[in-house]
């Protein structure tokens, strides 16, 4: 079954804390992908990687990093973590290249949400 | 500057009835729109997609329709159903000729489809 797991899917923290969120697929996907989501501003892309050991930056990168040591794990880490960053973080996945059909679609995991304290 | 707008952020519609969803793009660049379907404590997932170059798109219940020239597109669903309700997300996809990919959405709009 496709699948993009991330870990944990809750978790509560305090301001300065290294955390990593974890995300897998199994899809063999080169595209992944982290996104945010808060009220009213709908998704908003954080980091994104082609492929692996090629990152680049989103709309809203600043304090977060990210590694594509591997092609199934894209891993999200906060290495000091803000109240502002409490949030919904989705991490999302897709082949690489154009559909022909425009199905273009990123496959999502099922969210993890984070509050920093 | 917000280049995928819905401005409607709840929608209420009877069950049976067409559930219309709108979304406007300010980018002119943007080869494909999608629109994804979001339930509380889940991922978004996939609802359809049309081309630039089309101007209608159907799937079963669900219908895409785009008006380049007004930068508009709209997700009809006929007829609606409880179990449509949730966040609808309106993106668009850009590419670029070094092989870049990258998509945009909207802010969503709540739908709930009244029994």
């Known amino acids: 079954e496709a699948q993009v797991t991330q870990n944990p899917r809750y978790l509560i923290t305090v301001t300065g804390k290294k955390l990593t969120v974890t995300c897998s697929q199994n899809?063999?996907?080169?595209?992944m992908s982290w996104y945010r989501q808060d009220p009213g501003l709908g998704l908003r892309q954080i980091y994104y990687s082609m492929n692996v050991e090629v990152t680049d930056k989103g709309d809203v990168p600043e304090g977060y990093k990210v590694s594509r040591k591997e092609k199934r794990n894209f891993p999200l880490i906060l290495e000091s973590p803000s109240p502002n960053q409490t949030s919904l973080y989705f991490c999302?996945?897709?082949?690489?290249?154009?559909?022909?059909?425009?199905?273009?679609?990123?496959?999502f995991g099922p969210g993890t949400r984070l509050t920093v304290l | 500057d917000q280049q995928v707008k819905q401005n409607s952020p709840s929608l209420s519609v009877q069950e049976g009835r067409i559930s219309i969803l709108n979304c406007d793009y300010t980018n002119s660049m943007f080869d494909y729109f999608l629109w994804y379907k979001k339930y509380p404590a889940e991922g978004p997932t996939f609802l359809i997609s049309?081309?630039?170059?089309?101007d209608k798109n159907e799937d079963g219940r669900f219908t895409v329709f785009l008006n380049k020239s007004a930068k508009h597109l709209s997700l009809h669903i006929v007829p609606s159903q409880p179990g449509d309700s949730a966040v609808y997300f309106c993106a668009a996809i850009a590419y670029s000729g070094a092989g870049s990919y990258q998509l945009t959405f909207g802010k969503g709009t709540k739908l709930s489809v009244i029994p």
């Open positions: 049309i081309s630039s170059i089309k």
């Open positions: 899809m063999n996907h080169e595209y």
């Open positions: 999302a996945t897709k082949k690489w290249g154009q559909a022909p059909d425009g199905a273009d679609t990123q496959y």
